[in-house]
């Protein structure tokens, strides 16, 4: 059973420059959230995807992107880079349980580290 | 809103000596509060769930605990290997809303 998985590793990229970071779900998951992690600090909810739409955003300027797909992927877009939009950014994948359950157990990729430079 | 606050930022044990780590929290409604593992560079592992107050959860030297404002990470004889940034998160009741997650305490555990 293949966890989530996140692409590329690392990336270094130039300010004012624009950045595709990629998210397979973990198998059975349909839901796919961002975070970002600064250095020392906990993770910062970006936007959730569901059903190819976006469905909760938290605090980050449009500059910040996204994208569902059909088979529940999904993509980050940064446009316009500034040097503090380098971080790990997290992907993680959940699902509505299906017998009305409790679990929303979120489960996080390996992460993208970005460096702006 | 909603805020999870850790303390200690760090913690230093020798090995075998047990210790727990605390997580505070201000949520409207709680759907359920997490816990999880982070190794330097990875992303966040999942350790537990804890839905209701009283509810305890365990998992080899880790134990985890609940009440109405704060949860506690019980490290058992810990082990070099433990050593991590533990992170708690808390999950409003509302649907599948996001996780809202404190600063982490950065646990080192020396043979």
């Known amino acids: 059973d293949a966890g989530v998985t996140q692409s590329p590793t690392h990336l270094i990229k130039t300010r004012g420059q624009q950045v595709t970071l990629r998210c397979s779900p973990k198998s059975g998951h349909d839901t796919v959230s961002w975070y970002q992690q600064a250095l020392g600090q906990g993770p910062q909810f970006i936007f959730q995807y569901y059903e190819e739409e976006e469905r909760q955003r938290g605090n980050f300027p449009d500059r910040f992107s996204g994208h569902q797909f059909p088979n529940y992927s999904s993509e980050l877009n940064v446009n316009a880079l500034l040097l503090g939009d380098s971080a790990l950014y997290l992907c993680a994948s959940s699902s509505l349980p299906l017998s009305g359950g409790y679990s929303y157990e979120q489960y996080f990729g390996p992460g993208t580290r970005l460096t702006v430079t | 809103e909603d805020q999870v606050t850790q303390s200690p930022e760090a913690l230093r044990l020798q090995e075998g000596e047990s210790s727990s780590l605390n997580c505070s929290y201000t949520?409207?409604?709680?759907?359920?509060l997490f816990w999880y593992r982070q190794d330097p560079g990875k992303g966040p592992e999942f350790l537990f769930t804890l839905y209701s107050a009283g509810e305890e959860k365990e998992k080899e030297r880790l134990k985890a605990t609940l009440t109405k404002k704060e949860s506690f990470l019980h490290i058992t004889a810990p082990k070099p290997e433990d050593s991590a940034t533990y992170l708690c998160?808390?999950?409003?009741?509302?649907?599948?809303?996001?996780?809202?997650f404190g600063k982490g305490t950065r646990l080192s555990v020396i043979a």
């Open positions: 998160a808390v999950q409003a009741i509302w649907g599948n809303t996001p996780l809202v």
């Open positions: 949520v409207s409604g709680l759907r359920g």
